[in-house]
């Protein structure tokens, strides 16, 4: 099915694990963005993708680090968990002035 | 620094009724906006869009204002019905810069019988 998927959609892991977020879209869009959605502070950008081979930041990229070596995929690690990165995690996609895709989102837990 | 502002209280409105949420931005100047709805547990969906020359965007029982002296959008839901219960989301976008999107927090509308 086309679409944008998200795995795994709940994770608990430890504080210093290394945890990655997965997100695939068949869509061919070129454009992906990871946001996190915490509670009084809404959607905030992390990092994102103009194609591949191509990330930038965002509005809170540290603790975080991206790759996208194919234009379908555009994995979110986190290269040393902390609790403060217990949050819901979206993935989306786009073309450049276009709506925005969005995933069912990632729900992780750090302990 | 650039600012967006939606009510954080919950709007409460009867069925039937219009319901109107407002997004306000500060510190820029958006070349257009889009409108995304967010259900509990899952991911923002893309509503309407309007640009900055439109004054008004219609979709079905949706309507979009954007005015860009007072730096506000209106969303207006009429007849509105309980499986409009939902957060809206409200996001300016500069012209460019469309790969930066930017989301107001949200406001909570709940519709009751």
């Known amino acids: 099915d086309a679409g944008i998927t998200q795995s795994p959609r709940y994770k608990i892991t430890e504080t210093g694990r290394q945890v990655t977020l997965m997100c695939h879209q068949t869509w061919s869009h070129s454009y992906m963005f990871w946001y996190r959605q915490d509670l009084g502070h809404g959607l905030r950008l992390i990092y994102y993708s103009a194609a591949a081979d191509i990330t930038d930041k965002g509005e809170v990229p540290d603790g975080y680090v991206v790759s996208r070596s194919k234009t379908e995929n555009f994995p979110l690690t986190l290269e040393s968990a902390t609790r403060s990165q217990t949050s819901v995690y979206f993935c989306?996609?786009?073309?450049?002035?276009?709506?925005?895709?969005f995933g069912e989102g990632s729900r992780l837990t750090v302990l | 620094s650039q600012k967006i502002e939606q009510n954080s209280e919950a709007l409460n409105i009867q069925e039937g009724k219009t319901a109107t949420l407002t997004c306000n931005y500060t510190?820029?100047?958006?070349?257009?906006l889009q409108w995304y709805r967010q259900d509990p547990g899952r991911g923002p969906v893309f509503l309407l869009l309007?640009?900055?020359?439109?004054k008004e965007k219609r979709k079905e029982r949706l309507k979009v204002t954007f005015d860009t002296t007072l730096k506000q959008s209106l969303f207006h839901i009429t007849a509105s019905q309980p499986a409009d219960s939902a957060t809206y989301l409200c996001?300016?976008?500069?012209?460019?810069?469309?790969?930066?999107?930017?989301f107001g927090t949200g406001t909570r509308l709940q519709v009751t019988l």
């Open positions: 989306a996609s786009s073309e450049p002035t276009g709506e925005l895709f």
């Open positions: 309007i640009r900055e020359n439109e």
């Open positions: 510190n820029y100047s958006p070349a257009y």
């Open positions: 996001a300016p976008i500069l012209t460019g810069t469309a790969s930066k999107l930017t």
